[in-house]
T-cell receptor
Framework: GEDVEQSLFLSVREGDSSVINCTYT??????LYWYKQEPGAGLQLLTY?????DMKQDQRLTVLLNKKDKHLSLRIADTQTGDSAIYFC?????????????FGTGTRLTIIP | EPEVTQTPSHQVTQMGQEVILRCVPI?????FYWYRQILGQKVEFLVS????????KSEIFDDQFSVERPDGSNFTLKIRSTKLEDSAMYFC????????????FGPGTRLTVL
C-alpha cells in the first residue's frame, strides 16, 4: 500500500530557513499536502501541490516536488518561534475516486533562539 | 474564517461502552471524513462520507464503527463497544468538493478507554 515517510525531528535557528523532507511510494499520487499541528490543536492545511507541478510558493513557504524521486519538501524562510509545530506530509491518489489522505509520521520542528 | 468543530475535546469511557464523537463540518462542504491518531503513530484514515453514504472505508472501520449525518450540520462517529486499542485522537475533516482533495480538519477528540 501507499507509504509516506518523514524524519522525526528538525532543529533550526530563528531566522534561518527550515527544510522539511518527505518521501512517498505511490507514483500515482495526485496531490501532496503539508499540514501543521500545533500543541493541542488540529491539523492546519498549510499548502498543497498538484502532481504535475514542480514548485509552489506561498509567502514564506516553498514546496518542491521531485516526482521522479518521489520526494517532497517544504521550505520555510525566515523561521520564527511561531513555526514550532509538527509538520505532516500527506498524499492522495484521486485517480480511482480515492478519498483518503495517507500521512507521514510528522516532523517536529524546534526553533532555537 | 469557518472551521470544523468537534465535541467533546476529551472523552473517557470504560471498555465495552458505546461512545459518540461529534463534529460540525464547514457549512458548505459536501465531503466528510474521520481519521484517528494513536499516540506516537501516524494519522490513519477511517472513513469518508458523501451524499449521505459511506464512499470509502479502511480495514480499521469494522462493524464496531458507524457514521451518521443526523441533520444538516452534524457528523458523528459511533463506536459501539469500545476496546482499549480504540484509545486515540479522532479527527473529523470536511472538504468542499473532493476534487482537489483539500481537507480541513477539526481540533480532534481525545478518546481514552479504560
Amino acid at each position: 500500500g501507499e507509504d509516506v515517510e518523514q524524519s522525526l525531528f528538525l532543529s533550526v535557528r530563528e531566522g534561518d530557513s527550515s527544510v522539511i523532507n518527505c518521501t512517498y511510494t505511490d507514483s500515482s499520487s495526485t496531490y501532496l499536502y503539508w499540514y501543521k499541528q500545533e500543541p493541542g490543536a488540529g491539523l492546519q492545511l498549510l499548502t498543497y501541490i498538484f502532481s504535475n507541478m514542480d514548485m509552489k510558493q506561498d509567502q514564506r513557504l516553498t514546496v518542491l516536488l521531485n516526482k521522479k524521486d518521489k520526494h517532497l519538501s517544504l521550505r520555510i524562510a525566515d523561521t520564527q518561534t511561531g513555526d514550532s509545530a509538527i509538520y505532516f506530509c500527506a498524499e492522495i491518489n484521486k485517480n480511482f475516486g480515492n478519498e483518503k489522505l495517507t500521512f507521514g509520521t510528522g516532523t517536529r520542528l524546534t526553533i532555537i533562539p | 474564517e469557518p472551521e470544523v468543530t468537534q465535541t467533546p475535546s476529551h472523552q473517557v469511557t470504560q471498555m465495552g461502552q458505546e461512545v459518540i464523537l461529534r463534529c460540525v463540518p464547514i457549512s458548505n462542504h459536501l465531503y466528510f471524513y474521520w481519521y484517528r491518531q494513536i499516540l506516537g503513530q501516524k494519522v490513519e484514515f477511517l472513513v469518508s462520507f458523501y451524499n449521505n453514504e459511506i464512499s470509502e472505508k479502511s480495514e480499521i472501520f469494522d462493524d464496531q464503527f458507524s457514521v451518521e449525518r443526523p441533520d444538516g450540520s452534524n457528523f458523528t462517529l459511533k463506536i459501539r463497544s469500545t476496546k482499549l486499542e480504540d484509545s486515540a485522537m479522532y479527527f473529523c475533516a470536511s472538504s468542499p468538493t473532493g476534487t482537489s482533495g483539500e481537507q480541513f480538519f477539526g481540533p480532534g477528540t481525545r478518546l481514552t478507554v479504560l
